[in-house]
């Protein structure tokens, strides 16, 4: 069975403090780590797709990298607009399901 | 603004009602998706359709019945559900996951459903 573990569990940074969020994954042939950002009362907003070991990805602050294991969200010198929960999801065709595994995710709050 | 629009955005209902909720994306994407999300946890898969047929069914109680009119157009359609079921109702898209890499799926914001 797939597992997506995702720590911490939330997150208090300060503005410019940069960080990492951490998504560890258990999946029989990965087709895909997908990280998403999700603001309250909002559905989940695509970030990044990453397919294989060693593949990273950027967009404005935020930069993810996938081992075999697991997958790093790095946030440098964050803003208050950054503020959501990250959630991270695995796509793996041996569920029979063909749909996201996600994490619990991480909470991330920046103050200003 | 995202690409999938749900409506409506809010549902109160009573445990004796049916209503249905609508899902539209004009991505050309052939695969969509229910999910129900309850505060603080993560979505949990519902419904799969591709290609305008079901190939996935969560074990969902049948008081929700999912219907694909067109690949344009997802509804689910809710009759005599229980207060356990109010939770935020995401419907989502992406193109038919093959057997290779898979893209990804793209969110409405939801329908927040309360049930009375």
């Known amino acids: 069975e797939d597992q997506v573990t995702q720590s911490p569990e939330a997150l208090r940074l300060q503005e410019g403090e940069s960080s990492s969020l951490n998504c560890s994954y258990t999946v029989s042939g990965l087709r895909g780590l997908f990280w998403y950002r999700q603001d309250p009362g909002k559905g989940p907003e695509f970030l990044f797709t990453l397919y294989s070991a060693g593949e990273e990805k950027e967009k404005e602050r935020l930069k993810a990298t996938l081992t075999k294991k697991e997958s790093f969200l790095h946030i440098t010198a964050p803003k208050p607009e950054d503020s959501a929960t990250y959630l991270c999801a695995v796509q793996s065709p041996d569920t029979g399901r063909r749909a996201l595994t996600f994490g619990s995710g991480t909470r991330l709050q920046v103050q200003p | 603004d995202t690409e999938v629009t749900q409506t409506p955005k809010h549902l109160v209902m009573g445990m004796t009602n049916k209503k249905s909720l609508k899902c539209e994306q004009h991505m050309g994407h052939r695969a969509m998706y229910w999910y129900k999300q309850k505060a603080k946890k993560p979505p949990e898969l519902m419904f799969v359709y591709s290609y305008e047929k079901l190939s996935i069914n969560e074990s969902v109680p049948s008081r929700f019945s999912p219907e694909c009119p067109n690949s344009s157009l997802l509804n689910l359609h809710l009759h005599a559900l229980q207060p356990e079921d109010s939770a935020l109702y995401l419907c989502?898209?992406?193109?038919?996951?093959?057997?290779?890499?898979?893209?990804?799926?793209?969110f409405g914001d939801g329908t927040r459903l309360s049930i009375l």
């Open positions: 989502a898209s992406s193109q038919v996951p093959m057997t290779g890499s898979n893209q990804p799926q793209h």
